[in-house]
């Protein structure tokens, strides 16, 4: 059986996500080991946090496959002391590489957007441009009010809880959408004709625009929109593995849960 490397991963990632669609700011490819590296196991990820590196460890991975890099700004030191520096130790120690792929997989065709599209049951969906880009637009089979658009979204991205941004008395036909931290692109969904806008991370003075501008925002998090392509990221690595005839056993993280926890005054 041939041995497969690292780099023969990283040309099938290449495909799923090509690297030339990340943003000139990310940082995405191999963060953490070498390219000769071989490969018998992978484990697939949103982030690479202790637990999931604990996991992976557990399963006996050679590569963890992560969407968030877990090195994204410049490291100015290697302090095992501090919470990178520990998680780098570890995988290292442990002989496990990490490649991310990041905007380049949410932009990418059935990447992150598309998925999220998907999940959320849009019809006729394409890129905010005539090229592939971070966003997406699509219509809704039937039109919706803004909270009863809000509860479905919830409901298909199995998220606890969601934040409605109403912006007026008016039905969603046309959405548009941008997993993880999108809100830069409200005004852009709202000029491309869409009565509302998914995405995660908006901010205070963005909701307050995105009223003034007349276009119902859903916020139903960065975690919720973005973890569904932990498992079409491990399908799609499976069926390309399958058809090179590489012995791979994939393993994808199914325990994470989003980092905000939500308490009402009702609470005991």
């Known amino acids: 059986m041939k041995k497969v490397k690292v780099q023969n991963i990283a040309e099938i990632m290449n495909r799923i996500a090509p690297r030339q669609l990340a943003e000139e700011w990310d940082n995405v490819g191999l963060l953490v080991g070498s390219f000769d590296s071989e490969v018998e196991k992978i484990f697939v990820c949103l982030d690479v946090t202790d637990e ?116 007026g008395d008016f039905l969603i036909e046309k959405v548009g959408i941008c997993g993880g931290a999108g809100s830069e692109f409200i005004s852009k969904a709202k000029f491309l004709g869409a009565q509302a806008f998914v995405t995660g991370d ?26 569904p392509i932990v498992h079409i990221l491990a399908e799609k690595l499976r069926a390309e593995i399958d058809k090179l005839g590489y012995n791979i056993k994939i393993a994808e993280d199914t325990t994470s849960r989003d980092v905000y926890k939500f308490i009402s005054k009702e609470c005991d």
């Open 202 to 227: 908006v901010k205070y003075h963005e909701a307050q625009n995105a009223v003034d501008n007349k276009i119902h925002v859903i916020d139903a998090g960065h975690f919720a929109t973005e973890f």
């Open 52 to 167: 999931t590196v604990k996991s992976a460890v557990d399963f006996g991975a050679d590569l963890i496959i992560s969407h968030h890099p877990v090195i994204f700004r410049a490291v100015k030191n290697f302090r095992t002391d501090l919470p990178l520096g520990k998680k780098l130790e570890t995988l290292i120690k442990n002989n496990i590489s990490v490649f991310a792929a990041h905007t380049n997989l949410d932009s990418a065709e059935g990447g992150v957007n598309n998925v999220l599209a998907e999940k959320i049951g849009l019809i006729d969906v394409k890129p905010f441009d005539d090229e592939l880009s971070l966003g997406r637009i699509g219509y809704l089979p039937n039109k919706m009010s803004a909270e009863n658009f809000a509860k479905h979204v919830a409901k298909s991205l199995n998220a606890d809880t969601v934040r409605l941004i109403d912006a």
